[in-house]
């Protein structure tokens, strides 16, 4: 290197050492003759110090630099290799498990072979084909509800979130709780961000053991200007992802967890508004929790849930999957799909995993079934995050229709190799894989013809629409309507009582509206699949005309049940 006027040249980064320079807390900065000038973040011992020297082939001289500043360098001087890491890792570690590719070459095959021989069906028995597409389907969605029926009600008769006392919370020592990392991956969430940074101030936990990594995309210039201006702590670190595709919320992530310090990792959203003791409960439960748990789920629930009926019934939704779901399938030791938001992970496991596939929209979904796969665990802590339910329409079939549709490509993913699957997890996990993650969009793919169908029926005379479909098909379509409507209406109803929100209860009778939305939103997943399979539909936030203190009392009375 060419010194400068000042005798000092400067020192190129190792592309190999961009993740160590980051997690050990350490990057050379300048040569000042024989001597190489290292930035640090935290102390550096002896050992680690001549660990350094060796590495670096030369006599060092620590100074002080601050963690934000420190990855700031690194990020910016390897973005490729960060976006490329991001978005490739785990295709090139298994090509089978990343969504990149929508259908393998043996999926297209049986595609096409399935479409053809349906096709020459309805060509040349139309009515008999109709009739056993309807009768198959009607079987798969009676299947999927009592499926989701019969774990919600086992699960209802267990509370498998442990308690963490407070005297439990009290005994931890500042020294000796482990790093934690928060990811918070935001995109055009310039008018949240303050809230943002106000809500996660509130975590009750040690500065210089927690790191908070806000991840913003590159061209997000608005949000980062308003994160500055929202003057975050020290500990807030803003990382800029680099440019790159797929444009996710899984890529930026990837990107936080290679910058990563901490020893546990928790993801939230730009809404969220974690309880302060958050972090410290699932401290605690990790401590209580034999190895092979690996992720923590903590409950979510809305702060506006009383806004209108779209949020009441996301709020029914929310405390049913929950509070009975999540626990059926804990109880049967069924893979867990994991929630988007308030998940904490054991870091080393999350990257043993391969992080998240930035390919699929739901990557908390896969993620789950990717862990159950390797005999992992998911355990639920005690306590709530409170984020902001969907209230306008068009903004909440945009956000099922991504649901949905990483729903399909998990399912796709995962039965590419349905005997290695099989051999991993076993038949009766299979089954629940096929039966929730496959059989959750059949089903909403089926509400909307099956209602049309009814309704149809009734509308017309019976005999002429009885001489068009059997009547076994007719009656089992009204089956699918009242039992499994019935069931989730049912269902729905059992939610709020966990939470003490019996006030939600009567709402649970639109249910059946509410999934007809959801079959809608199922077919513009559908659609999507195919034309734009990784395209992420954002959902925006900060338009409810609620604030998380209007509900404060609520929320605490809906937590503990009281």
Not at 302 to 324: H, I, P
Not at 409 to 436: D, E, K, M, N, Y
Request: glycine residues 8%; proline residues 5%; aromatic residues 10%.
């Amino acid at each position: 290197m060419r010194p400068d006027e000042s005798g000092t040249e400067r020192v190129d980064l190792d592309a190999g050492l961009r993740i160590r320079y980051v997690q050990e807390g350490w990057v050379p900065l300048r040569r000042e003759g024989t001597t190489v000038v290292v930035g640090a973040s935290r102390p550096l011992g002896r050992v680690a110090r001549s660990g350094i020297a060796t590495v670096l082939g030369a006599d060092i001289d620590v100074i002080p630099i601050a963690q934000r500043e420190l990855v700031d360098r690194v990020v910016s001087r390897f973005p490729e290799e960060f976006a490329d890491h991001a978005a490739h890792g785990l295709a090139r570690a298994d090509p089978a498990l990343s969504a990149r590719r929508v259908l393998s070459r043996g999926q297209k095959a049986i595609a096409i072979v399935v479409l053809v021989v349906v096709l020459a069906a309805l060509v040349l028995w139309p009515l008999p084909t109709v009739i056993t597409v309807i009768g198959v389907a009607s079987v798969v969605f009676l299947a999927s509800t009592l499926f989701k029926f019969s774990v919600a009600l086992h699960g209802s008769r267990f509370d498998l979130v442990e308690r963490i006392e407070d005297e439990a919370i009290a005994a931890l020592a500042d020294e000796d709780l482990p790093v934690y990392t928060v990811l918070v991956p935001v995109f055009r969430e310039a008018r949240i961000v303050g809230r943002l940074v106000e809500n996660l101030g509130r975590l009750d936990y040690p500065a210089d053991k927690l790191e908070v990594i806000i991840l913003v995309e590159e061209e997000d210039d608005e949000t980062r200007n308003a994160i500055a201006a929202s003057e975050p702590p020290s500990n807030f670190l803003v990382v800029t992802v680099p440019r790159g595709a797929p444009q996710t919320k899984p890529r930026a992530c990837n990107v936080g967890l290679e910058v990563a310090r901490g020893e546990y990792l928790v993801i939230y959203d730009a809404e969220d508004a974690p309880e302060p003791d958050q972090l410290k409960k699932t401290v605690v439960a990790f401590g209580r929790a034999d190895a092979s748990t690996v992720v923590m789920q903590a409950s979510l629930n809305y702060f506006n849930a009383r806004e209108n009926v779209l949020t009441r019934m996301f709020a029914l939704e929310y405390s049913y999957w929950f509070d009975y779901m999540l626990a059926g399938l804990d109880v049967r030791d069924l893979p867990i799909p994991l929630g988007g938001t308030s998940n904490h992970f054991r870091t080393s496991a999350l990257r043993e995993l391969g992080g998240w596939d930035p390919f699929n929209v739901t990557e908390d979904a896969d993620l789950g079934i990717r862990a159950s796969a390797l005999g992992y665990r998911v355990g639920v802590v005690d306590s709530t995050t409170m984020e902001e339910a969907t209230s306008r329409m068009g903004v909440f079939i945009g956000q099922r229709s991504r649901w949905i549709k990483g729903y399909m490509q998990t399912a796709l993913v995962h039965a590419r190799h349905p005997a290695r699957l099989i051999g991993r997890v076993g038949w009766r996990r299979f089954l629940s894989f096929a039966l929730l993650i496959a059989g959750t969009p059949l089903t909403f793919l089926g509400v909307i013809p099956f209602t049309a169908l009814l309704v149809g029926s009734f509308a017309i005379p019976w005999a002429d629409v009885s001489a068009v479909f059997p009547p076994l098909v007719l009656w089992l379509c009204l089956l699918n309507f009242l039992v499994g409507n019935g069931l989730m209406v049912y269902l729905n109803m059992m939610g709020p009582y966990k939470r003490g929100a019996f006030w939600l209860v009567g709402w649970a009778l639109l249910n059946p509206l509410y999934w007809l939305l959801h079959s809608a939103a199922s077919y513009k997943a559908l659609w999507q699949l195919i034309t734009k399979p990784h395209y992420w539909q954002k959902t925006e936030h900060g338009m409810s005309t609620f604030e998380l203190h209007d509900t404060g009392a609520e929320a605490g009375a809906a937590t503990t049940g009281q």
